[in-house]
Structure formats: C-alpha cells, structure tokens
DNA sequence: CTAGGGTTAG
C-alpha cells in the first residue's frame, strides 16, 4: 500500500479505484510467489468487487492459489470467470487450468478442458499438465496413453514432460517403464538436465532399485544439493543408515551445504543406528545453520533422541513444539512404547486425541506396540477396536501383528490364532512371527510348528525364527525338534551371525558378543558380572513367588550373552543417574528384558535394551562412532 | 506480467 499523499490524503482511494488490471496481476504474482495464495484470491476478489475485470495474466497466479489450497469449488468458479472474459484459448490459462484442477484431484474436469480445446491440444505444456497431473493422482496406464499420444501427434517431448511423467512408475512393477524413460531421456539428451537426472534418481528409489540409483547418482557429472538429498533419503526410506552417513561426509567433503532435507535423513538414520552423538553433532548443526524451527526436523529430532534412549530431551523438544502433528506425537508415543514405559505412552495418546489431532494408521501401531510392551492388554484391544469405529481406519497387518503380540503375551494364545484367521488384510510375516514368538514366551510347541511353517513361507531366510523356533524345542527338551531345525537351516545355507550388543560411550561405539573377552576392560567387566549374578541367585532363593525364582534361574543359567556384558560395561563406566541404553538384536532375544528387570531393581538404575537388528556394520571389538563420519 | 516439474519426518 502507498502512503498517503500530505496534500491529497483520499489519493490512495482515488489510485484504488485507478488500478489497472496489470498492477492487480503484479500484486497477485508477488502475493503467489510468496505462497500467500489465501491472500492471493482474497486479493482476486478485492480486484471483481473494484470492478476491475481479470485477464489471460490474471487466471494463472488465481489457478495456482485454488490447487495449493485444494480449493475445487472456488476453481471452477473461476473457470466461469475465465470462459465470460474470453481468455479461454491462452495456452497459459488453459495449463494453470488444468493442473488445477489434477491437484485438486478432479482430473475429469482436467481432462475435459484438455479435449474441448483442440487448439491448444497441440500444445506441450497442455500434454505436461496433463501427463503431471495422471501422475500425481496415480494414474499409470492413462498417464502412459497421453505420453504415447503427445509423441503420436508429434508433440515435442521436453525436460518438463519427463519430470511430471517419471513420478508415476512408484514401485517395482513400474521399474521397467521407468527404465525406458531414462533411456528415453537420454535419447532426448536431457540426461545433461540436473532435474530430470534427480527425477530419475528419485523414481529407482521409488521402485525398489536402490543399487540403480546409486549408479545414476555415480554417474551424474554435476550434482546439485537435491540430488544428494534424493540419494541420502533414499538410502534413508530402506534402513540404509550406513551408507547414509558415509554419504552424508562425502557430500560435506564436496563443499555442498545441507539443507533441512538433507539433515532429516540423516537424523532417522542416526535414530536406525542408536547413534546418539552423531545426533547430537546434527542437532548442533540444526541450531547453527538456523533451521531449528523447522517442524520436519523437531520431529526428526524427537524421533532419534527417543529411539537413542534419551527420552527427556525427546520429550523437551517435543514440549517445545509450538505446533504439533501426528508425526511428532506417534514419535514420543513410540519412544516411551519402546523402552518399556507404556502407561506414559497411553497418557499421551489420550493427550492427542483430547487436542483434536486425528490419529491415523502410524499412530495407531506405536500406541499398539506401547501396550503390547507393557502389558496393558485390555487398554491395547480397546484401541484396536475404536481405530475402525471411531476413526474409520482399516487395521494393516502392521496393526495385527501388535494385536497377536499383546494377546500372545497375555497367554491368550488361542485367541491371538483366531484373530490371525478372521484378518480382512492378508497375514504377514511379522504377523505370525509375534504368534511364535508368544509360543516362547509360553512354551507352547505345538501352535509354534504352525507359526514357524506360516512364518518362513514369507521370510524364509531370517534366521531368527528358525532360532526362536530351536529355543522353543529346547526348553521342551525335545531334542529330535532342535536337530530338524538345524537341518533345515543347512540345507538353506543359512548360518546364525553371532549376535552381537553395544554400547555408545564417550562418542565411541563398544561392541560385545556372547562370552566376548577381548575388550579392554573384560576382567572388571565380568567381575560385575559375577556380582550381579550372585545377588540374583541369593534373592532366587528368598524368593517364595515360584515362577519369578525359576526366571532367576534361567537367567543365571542362561551364559555370558552379549547384553550382559554390555550392561555391565555400561554400569562400570558411567555415574549413578545416567541412563545405559545397550543397542541388542532383539529378533533373537532370549530373556534380556527379565535380565535388565532384575539388574534395573539391584543397581536402581535405569536401563534400556534397543533393537539393533539392522546394525550388523559394527565389526570386533570397540570401533570409533568418528568411522561414521 | 505467462503455464508444466525434482528432494523432507513416525
């Protein structure tokens, strides 16, 4: 706005009024840039009621703030607007048009302007608009007929039409198509544009082809910060923590700046590894590159501070949050879940829900997998009933697979079996894996052969159930059970990698195996271990609960496992108050959690075992967390 | 004064 003019103070009114339809478009263009669309079409109807009538310049910017509000209605109004000034035919309206109305997912209205515009037909940024809009409404094949049409017609393919169409092929079935458009592109010679390259890049992920995408990504002759973003989280969305943060220090390396894309991959992958100090660099880094409002990364933030075992800073950024989402609530839920403190974790949804924040499926399964880890058995099964009810949303195998592991705990093992026979969704393997792994817990042998077959039909190579199963034998006594599973696991060259826990101390990564001596502290290490045990044993004794005293038993008989000994170094190595979180592979846990239950209650410290089931880059010994760098 | 597109958390 102008200020007002000292001599002629109603000028402004008058200018008002004056306005020409060009400076309205500059004050909408600006507005739209600045993605003030809300502004923008209060602005556009501000423009109608001065009497002032919008032009071919106009519409686009007006198109553009309808489809980022997803505002349909308010769209094909303006559609009228544009068919009463005539503006129709102008290529740009037409384009701004139709991709309205693909983001607003009316893609018949799209397609219809597209058809009754023959002129314009011809036009590539009509096809683009189009073919982008098929794509984001996830439209493979009409989406392919239009790219096949537009060649037909001789339209000539550009970078623009490959980077709305390449996003289609989104899993593996589309891995080949995908494939002939890069070589489609490289034919067009658009290889050599940094977008489409990242486009490309984006879509190997996408398909399953991370291998393919590194190539690509070795191959590109510039690389801009998106295409080290589009590889980090790719390597990110597939647990590939490791080669995360190599390529995180490669990219420092090259001078690229990260930005907070960059930074929220490797965050969930500090969080896949326990990695804490490396966190605690990025989070420093967040602070000074002065991103630290950034609501992507506060979550990324709560989710690598919970995973890593440090709750209370989890839980003070998390307080902090000004404005947050179900993604920042699921991460404090699953953090409290996953270290065993679940009435908080219940707390907290309730929370949620009284704050009007919905729910969805994610959610749903860290509140699930909290109770299940807690006991709180009756609580877990009124929230899978109310997730269909109240919220209207499907459960997923992901769902069920905490439901059978809330009741196999419970020792309802029949029910868990009946509930896996009703699912609407297809079993996983996850699913029938809680079932055998209740079958454990409870030692029932004839539900775990059941389990077992169900289970490796669908991952037939992971080893821990084969184990899980061998257990479940040996507690039996049924020794003819344990040599079957050890034939089995010949025959399919499956052999068990030691398991292996560790510590993070002093920015250092201490990595134990069962009845590892050649750390340097071994002595003084089984030295505590010893005592632990002692007191274990000797409370066993005076102890007149029977089931309790037979688990101390167990766990004094149960030999030098790797989380032993890394409670233990944690106990020698750190001062009273602080919090050891031991990294374990949990797929073939045998009673740890009763083990740190009972050191926990001895030392009055608290103690914390994290799944490491993916972290197998750990080799001998004690390696430097600074290797990761 | 113009339209179409690529990377982000649980």
Redesign the pocket.
């Known amino acids: 706005m102008t200020r007002p003019h000292p001599l002629f103070p109603y000028a402004n009114k008058w200018l008002d009024l004056q306005n020409t ?2 400076s309205w ?2 004050r909408l ?1 600006e507005l ?1 840039r600045q993605h003030h669309f809300q502004e923008a079409l209060n602005l556009y109807c501000q423009m109608l009621a001065s009497g002032d009538s919008p ?1 071919a ?1 106009t519409f ?2 007006a ?2 703030s309808c ?1 980022s509000l997803s505002l349909p209605l308010a769209g094909s109004q303006l559609h009228g607007h544009v068919i009463k000034t005539g503006c129709e035919p102008e ?2 309206v037409q ?2 048009l139709i ?1 309205m109305y ?2 607003c997912s009316t893609i018949a209205c799209a397609r219809k302007v597209f058809d009754e515009n023959p002129h314009s037909r011809n ?3 009509c096809y ?2 189009l073919i ?2 098929y ?2 409404n996830s439209r493979f094949s009409d989406a392919v007929l239009l790219f096949r049409q537009m060649r037909k017609e001789g339209v000539s393919v ?4 490959m ?2 169409l ?2 289609v092929c989104t899993g593996p079935i589309h891995l080949g198509f995908g494939t002939s458009l890069h070589a489609c592109g490289v034919r067009f010679g658009l290889d050599g ?4 390259g ?2 490309l890049l ?1 879509m190997y992920v996408r398909c399953g082809s991370v291998d393919f995408a590194r190539k690509l990504f070795d191959g590109m002759p510039e690389k ?4 080290w ?2 590889m980090i ?2 390597y ?2 597939y647990g590939l923590a490791g080669h995360v943060l190599s390529l995180y220090r490669k990219m420092e390396f090259t001078g690229i700046v990260p ?3 960059t930074l ?2 490797v ?2 992958s500090c ?1 896949h590894l326990g990695a804490h100090a490396a966190g605690r660099e990025v989070e420093q880094r967040i602070e000074l590159s002065g991103f630290g409002f ?4 506060k ?2 933030l709560i ?1 690598m501070y919970a ?1 890593c075992g440090n709750l209370v800073k989890a839980r003070a950024i998390f307080d902090g949050m000004l404005e947050k ?7 404090i839920i ?1 953090g409290y879940g996953m270290h065993g403190q679940g009435e908080l974790a219940v707390q907290l949804f309730d929370e949620m829900i009284s704050s009007g924040e919905l ?5 749903f399964v ?1 509140v699930l997998s909290a109770c299940s880890h807690a006991g709180l058995t009756e609580k877990g099964l009124y929230y899978f009933t109310a997730m269909e009810r109240d919220y209207g949303l499907q459960p997923g195998p992901e769902h069920y697979s905490c439901v059978v592991d809330l009741l196999g705990r419970a020792g309802r093992l029949e029910e868990a079996r009946k509930l896996i026979g009703s699912m609407s969704v297809e079993p996983d393997g996850a699913v029938w894996g809680a079932l055998l792994g209740a079958c454990k817990i409870h030692r029932n042998v004839e539900l775990a052969e059941l389990a077992f077959e169900k289970v490796i039909e669908f991952e037939p190579t992971n080893i821990g159930y084969y184990v899980l199963l061998s257990n479940i034998y040996s507690e039996a006594g049924n020794m003819e059970g344990i040599l079957r599973v050890r034939v089995m696991m010949r025959e399919r060259k499956l052999k068990k990698e030691p398991g292996c826990s560790y510590v993070e101390y002093q920015g250092r990564i201490h990595l134990f195996l069962a009845g590892d001596r050649t750390h340097p502290q071994a002595q003084e290490i089984y030295r505590m271990l010893d005592g632990l045990e002692d007191i274990i044993k000797r409370r066993g004794g005076s102890n007149d609960n029977d089931q309790e005293s037979r688990n101390e038993e167990l766990i004094t008989g149960m030999g030098v496992h790797s989380e032993k000994l890394a409670i233990a170094f944690g106990l020698i190595n750190t001062g009273p108050g602080t919090e050891i979180t031991v990294m374990k592979n949990l797929r073939v846990c045998g009673d740890c959690h009763l083990f740190l239950k009972l050191v926990s209650e001895i030392v009055d410290r608290q103690l914390v075992v994290r799944d490491a089931t993916r972290f197998h880059h750990f080799k001998n010994g004690v390696c430097s967390c600074k290797d990761y760098w």
């Open positions: 339809t060009a478009n500059a263009r739209a032009n310049f686009p910017f198109f553009k489809a290529p740009f384009t701004s991709s693909c983001k036009l590539a940024v683009n608009a982008a809009g794509s984001l550009n970078a623009v039409t980077l709305g390449i996003p544009d940094l977008s489409v990242n486009c984006t801009g910060l998106i295409t973003n589009a989280s790719g990110a969305q930005d907070p894309v929220v991959g965050l969930s969080a950034n609501p992507f990364l979550n990324a989710n995973r989402n179900v993604i920042s609530w699921t991460a699953a729910p969805d499926g994610a959610a860290s």
